[in-house]
């Protein structure tokens, strides 16, 4: 079974310093039928204003991934830890038993836009952990790229749940494969661009969740530059 998530039909959250749709629900927005899916919870599109941000504030027994397109994120939490994330870069937060932090936009002429996702833990008040890495998608253009797993393989960030998470940044006219099969689940978020998933068109914001089938899925880009995530779920 094939279902979209159309990108006009996320919630939203805007405010005279963030623009923010929700492909689940979060915050103020609420869906009884589109609260997650497997073990991921929250896949939040954040445009945020220069110099603007999110205050100190709470998480707990959370795996909090957020993965920069445009502009940088600024970083600090109650472990001691301070960042700066650019382009390219991937945070990873697991909040465990409890952290506090802050996300603030460091620029002051330049929004920062970012994607914050959540993932359930697969055991609950583990110790908190911060990790952050640089993946060089622009080298590896038209190729996917695994930027977090469970074990951490291929230099990836661990994430303490069975998944996989992986990236491509793919050229017009370009073609990447990936196999699914029934005993998994997989959402695929597009990100930027546009991409053709066996030659049916999906926009940037749009998600795709993907249950029982076994397949080989062909992924082509239908614009200059197009950038997409998949999840490989329980």
Request: glycine share 6%.
């Amino acid at each position: 079974m094939y279902k979209l998530r159309p990108k006009d039909a996320r919630g939203t959250t805007l405010t005279n310093w963030l623009n923010s749709r929700h492909s689940f629900s979060f915050g103020d927005y609420y869906d009884p039928t589109n609260m997650g899916f497997s073990d991921l919870r929250v896949i939040n599109d954040d445009i945020v204003a220069p110099g603007q941000g999110f205050g100190l504030h709470p998480h707990k027994n959370m795996e909090i991934l957020s993965l920069v397109l445009e502009g940088s994120l600024e970083h600090k939490d109650s472990m001691g830890n301070a960042s700066i994330i650019n382009k390219g870069e991937v945070q990873k937060m697991s909040a465990g038993s409890g952290i506090y932090h802050s996300e603030f936009n460091p620029s002051k002429k330049n929004h920062v836009h970012f994607l914050q996702i959540w993932i359930l833990p697969d055991k609950n008040d583990l110790r908190p952990y911060y990790e952050q890495k640089f993946f060089n998608i622009e080298k590896n253009r038209n190729e996917l790229v695994l930027i977090a797993s469970k074990t951490g393989i291929k230099n990836s960030i661990k994430i303490s749940q069975d998944v996989k998470i992986y990236q491509c940044l793919l050229d017009y006219g370009k073609t990447v494969e990936f196999t699914i099969n029934s005993e998994r689940k997989y959402w695929i978020q597009i990100a930027e661009g546009a991409i053709n998933i066996n030659s049916k068109r999906f926009d940037a914001g749009d998600g795709i969740a993907i249950i029982d089938e076994s397949n080989l899925l062909q992924i082509q880009s239908v614009e200059s530059i197009s950038n997409f995530l998949i999840f490989d779920l329980r």
